[in-house]
């Protein structure tokens, strides 16, 4: 990334100036919508036209995270020993040619819940691919730019996953949930090549290669337990997942049943919750500048916890605005939580060693989500929904436990190395 000199200062381009990320960011931002599209698609295919039974449809949800829990660990791997960029292109060239065949084999009739449990197997492409990301972006941005480079992504993600489901949803009612497939390989076909254009510094990873295969799958742990604040940060992100996704799990039948929501409505009242993560993450870099690199990651959980409690508190009518306010607090601590972590994540591990760093994480923080859901569905149906809220909400500030009495609580911001 160059800078130029002016009366004596450097000044850096922006990130979005720069050939590789612009590429790679633009990328992104066509493959995430594509994943949302059919993050929609899907159970609406199988709820509509293949008049699949409720478990039917969950088993998708299933098979969608399944794989975080059963292949992260050798997905970083794979990604610590191969090239990324030529990784994440196959991983993208895979799902589009997964998610184009259901409009084919819907065309002669041959579409079945079991083909599209197959195509479901892309989620496997999806763990190869998310554990690459995010071991990439040190390579596009120089270490005092990634908390800016992670925020720009995750805006890009959070404005997919509000606009994704909305496209999805409508093309699937203009041409049929089949025929949106289409759409979503051509999001994937694209992101594919704007990273076979993107020209990162090649980066020496032979040293993972002389690690045997056994102790290399578990060497990403081991990074992560033999340091103080990426185990508290593990711990804090593993325990606000598994009550998030127990909200989650509740939040349609809660707006319908107690709020007396329609379909509009709910689709809105998400869409104004998202916005908070979207301001947050457009103010990510100047904020963990102004706060402290360490400090933000500890007050970005604990100070919006109190609002989570709103969203129990909300009733019918203007009442959705608690809900609403509850959502958005919970969005912007999720982005600006994140977004931290992550660049200090990048930041502070080997190169040969980021991709089994990286799945790691999500191994454990995306291992209990299914978990999650099945405690938040069991306390919804035992004690009703909103007690059951009412303990997801508490479950998630309880998270930030785990940063505040860390040596975080101690810092301003966050070591270098």
Known sequence: MTAQLTGGRAVRRPLWRDRNFALFWAGQTVGELGTRMSGVAVPLLAAGPMRASVFQ?????????????LFALPAGLLADRVHLRRLMIGCDLGRAALLSSLPVVALVGRLTLAFLYVVGLCGVLTVLFTVAYKSIVPALAPADRLVEANARLTVTADTA????????????????????????????LLSAATLAAVRPPVRDRRAADRVPV???????????????????????TATSNFFAIGTNALEVSYLVRELRAGPATV???????????LVTGAFAAPLSRRIGTARVIWMAMA??????????????????????????AFSANAVLYNVSILSYRQRITPPELLGRVNA????????????????????GSQWGLRPALVVCALGTWSAALFVLLSPL???????AT
């Open 57 to 69: 449809v969950s088993l998708l949800t299933v098979l969608a995270w399944l794989p975080y829990l």
């Open 267 to 277: 689709g809105l009242v998400f869409s104004l919750g998202a916005v908070g993560g």
């Open 409 to 415: 609580r101690t810092m301003r911001d966050l070591p």
């Open 360 to 379: 790691a994480f999500l191994w454990v923080c995306f291992g209990v989500v299914p978990l999650g859901a099945l405690a938040g569905g069991l306390l």
């Open 214 to 236: 056994r102790a290399a799958l578990t060497e990403g742990l081991r990074f992560v337990g033999q340091r103080p604040i990426l185990r508290s940060i593990l711990a804090c």
């Open 303 to 328: 100070v919006p916890g109190p609002l989570y409690l709103l969203v129990p508190l909300a009733r019918p009518g203007w009442g959705l605005a608690l809900y609403v306010v509850g959502l958005a």
């Open 161 to 188: 996953a509000l606009v994704g489901p909305t496209v999805g949803g409508a093309l699937a009612g203009l041409v049929g949930a089949a025929r949106t497939f289409l759409g979503t390989a051509l999001a994937f």
